[in-house]
């Protein structure tokens, strides 16, 4: 059984609509499959519809972008009831802040004299939704006030820099308790993946395994070999769940192909059973895994 957990559609940063995800996974030899879109569950209606025809086991998620320590950190939740009202709000705050901070670097850049409009942002996403810092890069380097996008980032946009400005993220610890009242399950997407470090430790996944964390993703592109086994060995310790996931954003991101990494039969078992348990201890009875019997 091929399970995995942590995908993208066109409902965030991915490039493949929720219907092709599913049919993608259904062509890979995928058996369960998590649609995770960033801090959305836009997705779900349509890839809900694709997996019954299919009979494709779908487990609906989100990606919710959080802060912990200083640090982002992306929460994997499963199965959250999406209209849970605190769940609503802290969404709309993540979202907001997405399309607020290219105003605000603008704001800045021209702050600092430097002749730049949100006319010239959007002309570099390429008038997409999704504009962000890249583009403000990209137009920095059409107005000619920087060489290359590297040189943007290092005078700029980067942490600590002059035109920074930082995006709304939940507190993790928040987020976690939030997505348990709506009834759904946390796993933390790459932990070690984006920089490097070994950061949250042991004792820091201790403190949010008692706030209720169900588990985190261990076999993803961004852990070396020597993460790997060392967070297996931290989610045994802690009683956590080891998941592992493509995070794949179909042409989006290279090598992130459709289960290049899977999670073990028996700890989606484990999952599950965690997911069960966070229903019955809220009153929501909806989202469901669907197709749950199958393949099984
Ligand atoms: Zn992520
Ligand atoms: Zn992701």
């Given at each position: 059984?091929?399970?995995?957990?942590?995908?993208?559609?066109?409902?965030?940063?991915?490039?493949?609509?929720?219907?092709?995800?599913?049919?993608?996974?259904?062509?890979?030899?995928?058996?369960?499959?998590?649609?995770t879109?960033?801090?959305?569950?836009?997705?779900?209606?349509?890839?809900?519809?694709?997996?019954?025809?299919?009979?494709?086991?779908?487990?609906?998620?989100?990606e919710?972008?959080?802060?912990?320590?200083?640090?982002g950190?992306?929460?994997?939740?499963?199965?959250?009831?999406?209209?849970?009202?605190?769940?609503?709000?802290?969404?709309?705050?993540?979202?907001?802040?997405?399309?607020?901070?290219?105003?605000?670097?603008?704001?800045?850049?021209?702050?600092?004299?430097?002749?730049?409009?949100?006319?010239d942002v959007?002309?570099?996403?390429?008038?997409?939704?999704?504009?962000?810092r890249?583009?403000?890069?990209?137009?920095?380097?059409t107005?000619?006030?920087?060489?290359?996008?590297?040189?943007?980032?290092?005078?700029?946009?980067?942490?600590?820099?002059?035109?920074?400005?930082?995006?709304?993220?939940?507190?993790?610890?928040?987020?976690?308790?939030?997505?348990?009242?709506?009834?759904?399950?946390?796993?933390?997407?790459?932990?070690?993946?984006?920089?490097?470090?070994?950061?949250?430790?042991?004792?820091?996944?201790?403190?949010?395994?008692?706030?209720?964390?169900?588990?985190?993703?261990?076999?993803?592109?961004?852990?070396?070999?020597?993460?790997?086994?060392?967070?297996?060995?931290?989610?045994?310790?802690?009683?956590?769940?080891?998941?592992?996931?493509?995070?794949?954003?179909?042409?989006?991101?290279?090598?992130?192909?459709?289960?290049?990494?899977?999670?073990?039969?028996?700890?989606?078992?484990?999952?599950?059973?965690?997911?069960?348990?966070?229903?019955?201890?809220?009153?929501?009875?909806?989202?469901?895994?669907?197709?749950?019997?199958?393949?099984?």
């Amino acid at each position: 059984m091929r399970i995995d957990l942590h995908t993208h559609s066109r409902a965030s940063d991915g490039t493949q609509s929720p219907e092709e995800l599913v049919h993608a996974a259904v062509a890979a030899g995928i058996d369960v499959l998590g649609i995770t879109d960033h801090d959305s569950a836009e997705g779900w209606a349509a890839a809900s519809a694709a997996a019954e025809r299919t009979g494709l086991q779908l487990v609906r998620g989100m990606e919710i972008s959080t802060r912990h320590d200083g640090h982002g950190v992306h929460l994997l939740a499963y199965l959250p009831d999406p209209t849970h009202p605190e769940l609503v709000s802290e969404l709309d705050q993540v979202l907001e802040g997405r399309s607020s901070r290219v105003p605000a670097m603008v704001a800045r850049l021209r702050s600092l004299d430097i002749d730049i409009t949100e006319d010239d942002v959007r002309r570099a996403s390429g008038h997409s939704a999704a504009a962000g810092r890249p583009h403000v890069a990209d137009a920095l380097v059409t107005l000619g006030v920087v060489a290359d996008r590297d040189e943007a980032f290092a005078r700029f946009l980067d942490r600590g820099r002059p035109a920074h400005a930082n995006r709304y993220a939940s507190p993790l610890r928040t987020m976690i308790r939030v997505v348990a009242e709506a009834g759904g399950v946390t796993v933390i997407a790459h932990p070690w993946g984006r920089h490097g470090q070994e950061r949250p430790d042991e004792a820091a996944l201790a403190e949010l395994a008692a706030l209720g964390l169900a588990g985190i993703e261990v076999d993803h592109q961004d852990h070396g070999p020597r993460s790997r086994d060392k967070l297996r060995a931290i989610a045994r310790n802690l009683g956590l769940v080891a998941t592992g996931s493509s995070d794949h954003h179909g042409a989006g991101k290279v090598d992130h192909e459709l289960g290049c990494n899977t999670t073990d039969p028996e700890q989606y078992a484990a999952l599950l059973t965690r997911i069960d348990a966070a229903a019955a201890a809220s009153s929501r009875t909806a989202p469901l895994v669907i197709n749950r019997e199958n393949n099984l």
